[in-house]
């Protein structure tokens, strides 16, 4: 089945305590276009570049199936560059620099190839151009999952609240899952956001796992204890991009097979965070993935044949 | 299988954003023996109160099949009694009374009866009462489980050590896994630490969940994402407690049982926090045990058809 990818493709410089990289490749696009690439053979992103982004980038996404129609190159203008460093124990990071560049005045285009998608997936982006997207679909996708992040809350909170009424599953974090509701705990915090429009809602909580909600069931994903976290950047979209590859390639979207859709997803995730930027998604192998996935099923697997 | 249990009986006043309470009975032992009441008919307590304990509370106990034979009631002296405040999201509290009282110069007593028990479970106490008790057993029970806390890594940490020798398992919070090991990561907490004795390790994560590591295997168990914590007060303890219980009362100390012994354990914390104190502990049915246990079962499962 068909999957649009919606995200930034940019350049970031990363700083952790086990090193700093220069300008890298990143983006919530690029992430989540690599890590669903291992469930899909084929994929269509949305997404714009300047004329510094290396074409040679462009070919590893095209060789992955990742169709570019819908990426645009703006002559004369730079790629969206995010600048942060990690504190010592990963667990917060500081911005140091955010150039918005070509992202500053996004303005989405559909391709026609692109029409008739089953499946689409709105990375981090303004809510305003996520909704754009959506409209210029002529025919609404099966499933529209999103992503979102505190920055559009604070300064886009009503534009937020129209894009959020459009889509099905809304995939962030627990701050701001908080910061959204206004309520500390989880579960009443995703009571609150389902009346705003997603029915499905995932919760990341880092090395904490991920909840799913729907209706009145829950579903808790492990993550996987990891000895060494080098580099968290993308995890969050790398995990969205497992999950929503996996929903589309296996072109069911029950909550029987979210809950696998999360294990995958966080399986990717899990490698995403061994290496700096998009690096170890790059090239891994379909038993490695599937090796990862096994570790996840071990990680929780009990049998209560006694009760009490 | 037999049960011998280690830790104070006491009093607690407690401060959260619910409400507060008056002096209500509390401790770990109180906790732990009321929690593994639901798995065992009997067992065995040791621990010390003030002549201003109330009998009704120790009928309580009695009641659930604890056995008081090693409970002393010091004449003229007072129990144990701690008084703390939870902060608005719960996430931390602070200690506003602690008076030691009884507990400053316990010397633990193990009656004739207690001897041969199969299974020991170390409640929050200074290490040096610990290991006082496992040498005053004759035998070495089958497994022997321990908590303990921060405050004991401050003021003993070497007494901490030589008790830590002895035991089979430790379960503390990710917190104190940290302090005790120096090192962030779990992971690297978890290896450390079992080289300090403990073969196995169990680490609460609170609303996180809790791992539990041996040899290069490891167990991820879910929390129940509550709407409301209403008082976290002794929840690691009654943890602790239906772990060893569930344990006991299988008599099986397998990896694969202890994961199901985590499991009702995480199913009695669930209960404990609902209500202050031990109010909720004190009378649960068989079948609200059962279906709480179901909760854990759901929130987890998923069956991986296919992986990628």
């Given at each position: 089945m068909?999957l649009?990818?919606?995200g930034?493709?940019?350049?970031?410089?990363?700083?952790?305590?086990?090193?700093?990289?220069?300008?890298i490749?990143?983006g919530a696009?690029?992430?989540?276009a690599?890590?669903s690439?291992?469930f899909?053979?084929?994929q269509?992103i949305?997404?714009v570049?300047?004329?510094?982004?290396p074409?040679?980038?462009?070919?590893?996404?095209?060789?992955?199936?990742v169709?570019l129609e819908?990426?645009?190159?703006?002559?004369?203008?730079?790629?969206?560059?995010?600048?942060g460093?990690y504190?010592?124990?990963?667990?917060?990071r500081?911005t140091?620099?955010?150039?918005?560049n070509?992202?500053?005045h996004?303005?989405?285009?559909?391709?026609?190839?692109?029409?008739g998608?089953?499946?689409l997936?709105?990375?981090?982006l303004?809510?305003?151009?996520q909704?754009?997207?959506?409209e210029?679909l002529?025919?609404?996708?099966?499933?529209?999952?999103?992503?979102?992040?505190?920055?559009?809350m604070?300064?886009?909170?009503?534009?937020l609240?129209?894009?959020?009424?459009?889509v099905d599953?809304?995939?962030?974090n627990?701050?701001?899952?908080r910061?959204l509701?206004?309520?500390?705990?989880?579960?009443?915090?995703?009571?609150?956001?389902?009346?705003?429009?997603?029915k499905?809602?995932?919760?990341?909580?880092g090395?904490?796992?991920?909840?799913?909600?729907h209706?009145?069931?829950?579903?808790f994903?492990?993550?996987?204890?990891?000895?060494?976290?080098?580099?968290?950047?993308?995890?969050?979209d790398?995990?969205?991009?497992?999950?929503?590859?996996?929903?589309?390639?296996?072109?069911?979207?029950?909550?029987?097979?979210?809950?696998?859709?999360?294990?995958?997803g966080?399986?990717?995730?899990?490698?995403?965070?061994?290496?700096?930027g998009?690096?170890?998604?790059?090239?891994?192998?379909?038993?490695?993935?599937?090796?990862?996935?096994?570790?996840?099923?071990?990680?929780?697997d009990?049998?209560?044949?006694?009760?009490?």
């Open positions: 068909s649009v990818t919606v930034s493709v940019a350049f970031d410089a990363i700083e952790t305590p086990f090193g700093k990289t220069d300008k490749i990143g696009g690029t992430y989540i690599f890590s690439s291992y899909m053979e084929k269509n949305v997404s570049v300047g004329e510094d982004f074409q040679e980038m462009l070919d590893k996404l095209k060789n992955k199936g169709n819908g990426l645009q190159i703006k002559e004369g203008e730079k790629t969206f560059f995010w600048s460093k504190s010592n124990d990963m667990n917060s500081d140091l620099v955010t150039e918005l070509v992202l500053e996004f303005d989405p285009i559909l391709p026609a190839s692109y029409q998608c089953d499946y997936m709105l990375g981090n303004s809510p305003q151009v909704s754009t997207v959506i210029r002529t025919e609404r996708p099966k499933l529209i999952a999103m992503d979102t992040m505190n920055f559009w604070d300064i886009a909170m009503d534009d609240k129209k894009t959020l009424q459009e599953i809304l995939i962030i627990d701050e701001e899952a910061q509701s206004g309520e500390y705990s989880l579960v009443k915090a995703a009571k609150k956001i389902r009346t705003m429009g997603p499905y809602l995932i919760i990341k909580k090395e904490h796992g991920a909840l799913l909600f209706g009145d069931q829950v579903f994903a492990p993550a996987l204890p990891l000895e060494e976290v080098f580099d968290p950047t993308g995890a969050g790398t995990f969205a991009g497992g999950f929503m590859g996996y929903i589309a390639s296996t072109d069911d979207y029950s909550f029987e097979n979210m809950k696998r859709a999360i294990i995958a966080s399986a990717m995730a899990s490698f995403c965070v061994e290496k700096f998009t690096e170890k998604l790059e090239n891994l192998s379909k038993s490695e993935i599937e090796d990862r996935i096994q570790e996840f099923v071990q990680l929780t009990f049998d209560m044949v006694q009760t009490v």
